[in-house]
């Protein structure tokens, strides 16, 4: 107590700048906005990113039926021609039971408001298979009715590759292929929880 009574604390307070006055709104001057111009512009940049953007976006409107690709989403798909204004090209390239589970998934989407992922699987121009991770989350109007989905699609071939090699080399011997020790156990492991 006494050390305080030698050394009152120094009241410390941030302190905002007033080298910079800022003048108060004058209410006799009527702002006027163009909202015509605005949504034109707000729609002009959300062109501007689906065309950079280095992942593929899609937009579906509900009302007409349409979807919208980013340029990028060609590419990513390499299906070798375009994708058209409906999801029917990139259907015909899937498998037939990812085809079904993508319907399902979409309507269920917009019916629970709730985001949806899948992996699909399509075979590109080449004839080789692809997976592509195929995300949508629906947008709802002030009445609360679905009117549009928005998403992305990406690439995932490679990712899946690794992820297959490695399982692989965590059950087989790196310089024979034959099955290790870890695959035994695992099995064992399996055999016991069946019995």
Known sequence: ISFFAKFPPVKRSKKIRNDIEIPPADATVVVSRDYHKDFLEKEELLQFMFDVSTDGLW????????VHWSEQSTAICGIGKELGDSFEVLKSSMFESDRKDFLKLLSESLEKNRQFFQEIRIYDHEGNTRI?????????NEEGRAIRMVGTLADVTAKKQVERNLFYSSFHDALTGAKNRQFFLDRIDEDLVRT
């Open 59 to 66: 937009r579906f409107d509900l009302a007409s039926g349409k």
């Open 132 to 140: 592509i991770l195929l995300c949508g989350k629906p947008q709802y």
